[in-house]
């Protein structure tokens, strides 16, 4: 009985040196998965000059002088406003009120106000251009010289 | 030789049991795996307006939320993290598990061109996670993208990966 027992127990042992190494070598504890990235980088609403507001030159002398830049002169300022592509894009346009530009090289001023806008659409629907004009005021007594000034266009999507 | 009868019975049953609770798993659990992971869903950023200046997008895991910074402008789209299920397979061991997110950045190619990276990966819940050798246990992942200053239009994918470990 006794050799019956040890043979059991060796038994049981080389079952249990069997058992032991069958999951940490075939057994895997982990595991992968792969997924996919996306993103579309799609054009926005964007304003962008094209051509600056640009009066040219004037004779020195005449006295005081409005001068009219209308929409429909070529000095006007030029602008392209691209809304996102295939479709209408409703939008509003803000002008400053008034401005002054200044002589280059001095202090001398004028001042620019009356801006006014207008719209046309290019291409259907997304692309429009946006054309500024505005009116100078020049004083009598005006230095003459190289003015310039800057005025800025909000275009607010709707 | 009761004894043995009784060591020896006892062997074809553990191993009964073993195959048993494979077998209910196998839809997902294969081989010799103890954990088996199935991607859900995939990471969508949606649509994005790049402007002049850069800046990023940020998903939220925990809330599918997104977040942009810098000159990036959200533009709608169907924006969601990434999803995995978790299945533990085996009836051994601790029940959770470790999910191992990319240390480096992933690129992503531009239908147009272009490329763009997405790292800080992100995760929800947090490891540890509980797992189930019966039901699946989700678990999301959400990262950051990086918008360049006037990023070329077009569609862009990449491919990460992820590992989940058993604990």
């Known amino acids: ?158 | 030789m009761n004894d043995l009868w009784k060591a020896a019975s006892r062997i074809p049953v553990g191993a009964g049991a073993f195959f048993l609770s494979a077998a209910c798993v196998a839809q997902t659990c294969g081989g010799s795996s103890s954990i088996a992971i199935a991607r859900t869903a995939d990471l969508n950023f949606g649509s994005l307006i790049a402007t002049a200046s850069a800046g990023t997008a940020v998903i939220d895991p925990a809330t599918g939320g997104r977040t942009v910074t810098g000159g990036v402008v959200a533009a709608g789209g169907a924006f969601a993290p990434a999803g995995f299920d978790v299945l533990l397979c085996g009836s051994g061991g601790i029940k959770r598990f470790d999910v191992v997110l990319p240390s480096s950045a992933i690129t992503l190619t531009g239908s147009g061109g272009g490329t763009m990276t997405v790292d800080t990966f992100t995760q929800n819940p947090a490891n540890h996670i509980n797992g189930s050798t019966t039901v699946p246990t989700p678990f999301t992942v959400g990262a950051t993208l990086h918008i360049a200053a006037s990023q070329t239009q077009g569609t862009y994918s990449g491919v990460f990966s992820v590992t989940v470990a058993r604990q």
């Open chain 1, 1 to 158: 009985v006794n050799a019956l027992r040890a043979w059991h127990l060796a038994f049981v042992a080389a079952l249990a040196a069997l058992a032991v190494p069958r999951p940490a070598v075939a057994q895997f504890d982990s595991a992968d998965a792969r997924a996919s990235i996306g993103v579309s980088i799609v054009s926005g609403f964007s304003v962008r000059k094209t051509q600056d507001l640009f009066v040219g030159a004037l004779p020195t002398g005449q006295g005081a002088a409005a001068i009219d830049v209308p929409i429909g002169s070529s000095s006007v300022a030029r602008f392209n406003v691209t809304g996102q592509a295939g479709g209408a894009v409703p939008f509003t346009v803000a002008l400053p009120s008034s401005i002054t530009i200044q002589r280059i090289g001095s202090g001398e001023t004028m001042a620019v106000d009356g801006f006014r806008s207008s719209v046309s659409s290019e291409s259907p629907g997304s692309v429009y251009t946006l054309l500024v004009g505005a009116t100078l005021h020049v004083d009598a007594n005006q230095r003459a010289g190289h003015y310039v000034g800057t005025f800025t266009v909000t275009v607010n999507q709707l």
